[in-house]
Nanobody, 119 residues
Framework: QVQLVESGGGLVQAGGSLRLSCTAS????????MGWFRQAPGKEREIVAS????????FYTNSVKGRFTVSRDNARNMVYLQLNSLTPEDTAVYYC????????????WGQGTQVTVAS
């Protein structure tokens, strides 16, 4: 099992920045990939970005390309999401998720952190 805890959300003005952090604990050596998802009110959860846990591959959904950056620090078992040039459309609860090496999907989830962007 892997436990995930997010932090770093908050209220920011449009055009501002935030950095979200996700701390992983437990069987972190079994992680294949880490992702950041978000869910806005009345909308389905969507993947925002992901990063390979042991490689360099990253993924970004089109709406955040050039504005968000995902990174990781394996020594600290942490994953980050830098959010720049925020817009009110980025307002959502952001979740950190983990995909284990023997899994077919993201199975580990954090509790979420709220990001609110004021216009």
């Amino acid at each position: 099992q892997v436990q995930l805890v997010e932090s770093g959300g908050g209220l920011v003005q449009a055009g501002g920045s935030l950095r979200l952090s996700c701390t992983a604990s437990g069987r972190t050596n079994s992680i294949y990939r880490m992702g950041w998802f978000r869910q806005a009110p009345g909308k389905e959860r969507e993947i925002v970005a992901s990063i390979s846990w042991k490689g360099t591959a990253t993924f970004y959904t089109n709406s955040v390309k050039g504005r968000f950056t995902v990174s990781r620090d394996n020594a600290r078992n942490m994953v980050y999401l830098q959010l720049n040039s925020l817009t009110p459309e980025d307002t959502a609860v952001y979740y950190c998720a983990g995909w284990g090496e023997t899994m077919a999907e993201y199975r580990y989830w954090g509790q979420g952190t709220q990001v609110t962007v004021a216009s």
